[in-house]
């Protein structure tokens, strides 16, 4: 069974900013050792997704596969670290984030398979 988990986060609000964090995400851009770590850590699906200056991030991993289940920035290689220093000067902590945050989790508030369910359950 896989867990999924997606995480919220700004970038700047600077268009030519925004541009260039869009270029480091192209197919090839981010570094082999980067991605190396991502499956290392047991993440099978890693997606990321803007509009305007917001970023949402969905990672998916093996129920058992992973200590830290799909958080990002968790992992310390060298790799891994120098990309993070990278990318944190294109993004900025959302407004509610705890001193030191950057990805925050979501909570996920309506599932259209729970909804649907609950239509074809008899009334109680």
């Not at 200590?67 to 902590?93: C, I, V, Y």
């Amino acid at each position: 069974m896989r867990i999924r988990r997606t995480f919220a986060l700004d970038l700047h609000e600077d268009p030519a900013s925004i541009a260039e964090y869009r270029a480091w995400h192209v197919p090839g851009a981010v570094p082999r050792g980067v991605i190396d770590d991502i499956l290392a850590s047991g993440v099978r699906i890693l997606e990321i997704y803007l509009t305007g200056n917001r970023l949402f991030m969905i990672t998916e991993t093996e129920e058992t596969s992973s200590e830290h289940g799909g958080r990002p920035d968790t992992n310390t290689s060298d790799a891994t670290r120098a990309w993070e220093a990278l990318m944190w000067t294109f993004q900025k902590p959302l407004p509610w984030c705890r001193p030191g945050e950057k990805w925050v989790e979501t909570e996920c508030i309506f599932r259209l398979a729970a909804a649907t369910a609950s239509m074809s359950a008899p009334p109680q």
